[in-house]
């Protein structure tokens, strides 16, 4: 079975960095998306920022934009997500997803949802202290 395994999540104080890795056990033709969604305590899962890949698109959430950088490295099956000028807001457990999607043209608020990704990873921790 095909896995999503992240890593990279850790505590860090607020204007800090880190960058979050996902492993693909294997890509398959269901996987022409991926994505990192994070889920804060009490709050609802939301997109931080996907990637598909028949043209490249990217769509960030509008409160990571600028700080927030996806990319992929096909031949290791990773992504990656690079975190800047973290706040404390961005406290969350962040998780990657792939998808069956090659391409998205709804604009951020509906190429960031769920429901455009069936693959999940079981989640890494990102904690910033004020």
């Known amino acids: 079975q095909v896995q999503l395994v992240e890593s990279g999540g850790g505590s860090v104080q607020a204007g800090g960095s880190l960058r979050l890795s996902c492993v693909a056990s294997?890509?398959?033709?269901?996987?022409?998306?991926m994505g990192w969604f994070r889920q804060a305590p009490g709050k609802q899962r939301e997109g931080v920022a996907v990637?598909?890949?028949?043209?490249?698109?990217?769509y960030y959430a509008d409160s990571v934009k600028g700080r927030f950088t996806i990319s992929q490295d096909n031949a290791k099956n990773t992504i990656y997500l690079q975190m800047r000028s973290l706040k404390p807001e961005d406290t969350a457990m962040y998780y990657c997803?792939?998808?069956?999607?090659?391409?998205?043209?709804?604009?951020?608020?509906?190429?960031?949802?769920?429901?455009?990704?069936?693959?999940w990873g079981q989640g890494t921790q990102v904690t910033v202290s004020a």
């Open positions: 294997r890509y398959t033709a269901s996987d022409n998306s």
């Open positions: 997803a792939t998808g069956p999607y090659r391409d998205c043209r709804g604009g951020g608020g509906a190429c960031l949802k769920e429901v455009m990704f069936g693959r």
């Open positions: 990637i598909y890949n028949g043209y490249g698109r990217t």
